[in-house]
């Protein structure tokens, strides 16, 4: 007689970090779980229907940790991603514990994520991105062309 096989059961995910949106006085009394592991970042919502987005690390391109009085009081803090993900572009990790260390963790992680998968990102040298939105851009510094000595090598750039 043969043996029935035995259903395997999915295996459970081992996360660096988990968490959930604490409220009033810092309880954890919310619908909205987070869960961090070494590839993505998991943002669970709802009740009565839950919604799990996810974020790949290596689309988070900034993060930033605010505190108000009030989390400060109550050793909470929240964490703001902005990230290149189509669903979660701007995010807050919202109202966590020892927020400090989360951030730090999840940079660290955002910079190796980014660095295994060869993601790299560009900055504007001009200051913010959209410093000059709906406006032009101030126009180079004028260029030094002057060659006294005609040897076809503009002054300024020899030595």
């Given amino acids: 007689m043969a043996k029935k096989e035995k ?3 999915p295996e459970k995910k081992t996360y660096l970090w988990k968490d959930r949106k604490h409220t009033l006085f810092g309880l954890p009394w919310s619908f909205t779980k987070y869960a961090l592991d070494e590839e993505r970042l998991y943002i669970t919502t709802g009740f009565f229907t839950s919604v799990e987005d996810e974020v790949r690390l ?7 940790l605010r505190r ?3 989390q400060k009081m109550f050793r909470l803090g929240t964490i703001h991603c902005d990230s290149s993900d189509a669903t979660q572009q701007n995010f807050d990790i919202k109202h966590i514990r020892h927020p400090a260390e989360v951030k730090e ?3 660290r992680l955002v910079d190796e994520s980014r ?3 060869r993601v790299f990102t560009s900055e504007s040298v001009t200051g913010h991105p959209h410093a000059f939105e709906g406006q032009n851009p101030p126009p180079p510094p004028p260029v030094d062309r002057t ?6 090598v503009p002054d300024s750039l020899e030595r």
């Fill in 105 to 107: 963790m999840l940079s």
């Fill in 58 to 64: 290596y689309r988070i391109t900034d993060v930033t």
């Fill in 7 to 9: 259903k395997q059961k």
């Fill in 147 to 152: 060659d006294a000595n005609r040897n076809g």
């Fill in 115 to 117: 660095q295994k998968h």
């Fill in 68 to 70: 108000t009085l009030r």
